[in-house]
């Protein structure tokens, strides 16, 4: 039998070069394994202990650890300041404030915050919240976002920010007027 060759694993006839098969085992692991655990380590379970505003909430994790400050990916609330700022919030807060939720991190901003997919009860929050007319589907370049069917049904419906045909999304609002002053916590 040639060197570099070992039949037990192999099919009848069939060689079996063990250096490749350790390379291939060898890369497979090294690139599997770690996104495997980066992908465990973006979905988590807690509880909402603070909600900041219309699509910014803090969770606890129920594996330990310090409070998570989460913005919600895929939806744009107003500003705080903003005409409807103060209702965005409150209706987050009443959707998810000291309840259990299931987050999906998916990758962090520019301003190196998390963007998260938030789950309570299975539904999806941020349909939900832009369903409810609290928040806009958050676009990007030529994309209508996410969120685009329900903000289409929220606007018919002339549902929360929505009552006001003339709504100035935050990006704008944040374009004229800066950001709103952060208050002490």
Not at 25 to 43: C, E, V
Not at 78 to 96: F, H, W
Request: aromatic share 8%; hydrophobic share 40%.
């Amino acid at each position: 039998m040639a060197a570099g060759f070992s039949p037990p694993a192999a099919a009848p006839g069939v060689p079996v070069r063990w250096r490749q098969v350790f390379s291939v085992a060898a890369i497979a692991t090294a690139i599997l394994l770690p996104a495997g655990n980066a992908q465990a380590a973006k979905l988590f379970t807690g509880v909402v202990t603070h909600v900041s505003d219309g699509d910014t909430l803090w969770v606890l994790p129920d594996s330990g650890g310090a409070p998570r400050k989460l913005r919600l990916d895929g939806i744009d609330a107003p500003e705080i300041c903003q005409q409807g700022g103060l209702a965005s919030r409150r209706a987050l807060e009443k959707a998810v404030l000291h309840r259990p939720v299931q987050v999906q991190v998916r990758r962090r901003d520019d301003f190196d915050r998390e963007l998260a997919r938030v789950f309570i009860d299975g539904r999806d929050l941020g349909a939900q919240l832009v369903g409810e007319g609290q928040a806009w589907s958050y676009r990007w370049r030529r994309s209508t976002g996410p969120y685009a069917a329900e903000e289409a049904q929220a606007r018919l419906a002339r549902r929360g920010l929505f009552v006001d045909a003339r709504a100035e999304p935050p990006r704008d609002f944040r374009r004229r007027n800066g950001p709103c002053a952060t208050p002490a916590r």
